[in-house]
């Protein structure tokens, strides 16, 4: 492993800024660009112009993303089939009404979706949080379960139960949430990456995720997967206010949403250093020194706060319900699932017993209690001997996160340096490097990293793999620009800053070549799967390990198997 050896070339030579001028089909913005003047609006002009013109690359994207999906749900009903289910120690609620015959087809075709932690969002979805374990997960997911389940699946009512209802919900809303989040990593690749081709091969590298299943099963990832990657895009784009809202609202999604404050907290101060490089220009003033300093504090302060608030008003909802005084729905309570309560230790809601120990702390979160003592989780208690194996789980994805990073910082010591809040040469000249290590990947490889350490360190490290798959678009990224620096053939025509290798004469890599016109859009990821023996040893490595994973996931984790 060799950091910054793929990064480590100039900027694209003026040639080459001419071909990519003309693969995206219009011409570029004229004078400065738009970081230099603190405008991210023109900055993404190329990404969202290529979405807004029915793009054949999209359309290729969201195809692949179906197909994908529907093998997926495919593959996993074959597996539940035939391998039999591991007796798991995992939360099991009795399922109340006895299912019917329908009911039973629903099980068996989508029941290894429904495994793990998706007992708890369709717990939570059929009977709100009735244990104080269950809010560990947060709401919107349930919530969009249950509105779709009592809403388009209605007329299904007579057939399935509400929980069949909600699974079938959970299939149809994780396979749009999955396609969507497809889309919106492209676009935002388009716009950060300023090269299409690695854009179009990450999204197609997201759509076969070593988080698949749990993209698929019925889990937040999805979800949270489409609305962290549509908010980066709106902000990159400069619609803070929508961003705002989409960052907020995955935060009521999954708690490390909260981390997403962090894309505002330097978008205002980059715009705020930058304000300062450019200097006042002439026949522009600066206003006075405070009163910048006070509109950017400000307005970062009501925009973290709105990130925050879905966090803290569960949190709220938490507290009133475990924690006040009995209210008698105890009694409500189906005596299957008391005796669950009483059998397995579960503190069940609004009762009139002895309160649960967090409602006595100064800041009752009842997240990071249940984190702490029903999971277990802490800084670097998951070190222990019997735990390797889970270690040896998420090594891949560990390798990636740390090469990722170390090849970015290699590639750009001074830019890391100074926090990206320096104007580098390339951008006063107009002619930034594209690619995975162009000034703007900075805060997303920050982003990547504080996740990857700390969910190495503090967490179970096995959800490594679903926590970056779903939270942050470097894993396919980076893997993009691997894959494109060392399989060069895959593009006939030269992209923006890079050098098309032909391939072999009467190799089988250059049987059906990829085009990079606009109105051809062949699948790069299937040529490199059919051409998987004649690929470079590290290609080998990165193909091999989205591949095993897409498919060990689907066969462990169906069936109750231990998996990430």
């Known amino acids: 492993m060799r950091f910054g050896k793929t990064c480590a070339g100039p900027a694209p030579a003026p040639e080459d800024e001419e071909e990519e001028e003309e693969e995206f089909g219009f011409p570029k913005p004229e004078g400065e660009l738009p970081w230099h003047r603190g405008a991210p609006e023109a900055a993404f002009k190329l990404g969202m112009e290529l979405v807004n013109r029915q793009d054949p690359y999209l359309r290729e994207v969201v195809r692949s993303a179906v197909c994908c999906r529907a093998l997926t749900l495919l593959l996993q009903a074959v597996f539940n089939l035939l391998i039999p289910d591991h007796a798991a120690d995992a939360f099991s609620p009795p399922r109340l009404p006895e299912p019917g015959a329908w009911d039973a087809l629903a099980e068996r075709l989508l029941g290894g979706l429904a495994r793990w932690d998706a007992e708890h969002f369709l717990f939570i979805a059929e009977r709100g949080y009735l244990y104080e374990h ?264 560990t390798i990636l996160g740390v090469w990722a990073a170390g090849t970015y910082v290699v590639a750009n010591p001074r830019h890391c340096l100074t926090l990206g809040l320096e104007r580098r040469k390339d951008e006063r000249e107009g002619k930034p490097r594209a690619g995975f290590c162009c000034p703007a990947v900075f805060v997303y490889v920050v982003h990547a990293t504080a996740l990857l350490l700390f969910g190495f360190f503090c967490m179970h490290v096995q959800v490594l793999t679903r926590f970056l798959g779903s939270s942050s678009p470097v894993l396919y990224w980076f893997a993009a620009h691997l894959l494109q620096e060392h399989e060069r053939w895959l593009w006939t025509e030269g992209a923006a800053g890079q050098t098309a290798v032909p391939p072999p004469t009467g190799s089988a890599l250059g049987a059906s070549p990829g085009s990079c016109g606009p109105g051809a859009a062949a699948n790069p990821l299937l040529r490199l799967l059919r051409s998987y023996p004649l690929v470079t040893p590290r290609s080998k490595v990165v193909l091999g390990y989205f591949l095993a994973y897409w498919l060990l996931g689907l066969a462990l984790h169906c069936n109750f198997l231990p998996w990430t």
Request: aromatic share 14%; proline share 6%; glycine share 8%.
């Open 134 to 397: 269950n809010c560990a997960f947060f709401p919107l997911y349930p919530l969009s379960l249950r509105a779709v389940a009592e809403g388009a699946l209605w007329p299904l009512q007579p057939l399935l139960r509400l929980r069949s209802r909600l699974l079938l919900s959970a299939v149809l809303l994780n396979s749009l949430f999955s396609m969507l989040a497809a889309a919106a990593l492209y676009e935002l690749g388009c716009g950060v990456l300023r090269c299409r081709r690695a854009a179009f091969l990450a999204a197609l590298l997201f759509c076969l995720s070593p988080a698949n299943v749990f993209m698929a099963a019925a889990y937040s990832e999805s979800m949270f997967a489409c609305l962290a990657f549509s908010a980066m895009g709106r902000l990159e784009k400069g619609q803070r206010g929508l961003s705002a809202l989409l960052f907020s609202l995955a935060s009521g999604v999954r708690a490390n949403g909260l981390v997403n404050a962090g894309f505002f907290l330097y978008s205002h101060a980059k715009s705020f250093a930058l304000r300062f490089q450019v200097g006042s220009g002439p026949g522009r003033k600066l206003s006075p020194l405070w009163r910048q300093l006070l509109s950017v504090a400000s307005s970062a302060v009501v925009t973290c706060a709105g990130i925050c608030l879905p966090f803290l008003l569960f949190q709220y909802y938490a507290y009133g319900r475990f924690c006040g005084p009995g209210t008698g729905l105890e009694l409500d309570v189906p005596k299957p699932l008391r005796q669950l309560a009483l059998d397995k230790g579960y503190h069940l809601a609004a009762t009139s017993g002895v309160k649960p120990t967090w409602c006595s702390q100064r800041f009752p979160v009842v997240y990071s209690y249940i984190q702490d003592v029903y999971w277990n989780v802490g800084f670097l208690r998951y070190f222990e001997l019997r735990q390797v194996p889970n270690f040896l789980l998420a090594l891949p994805v």
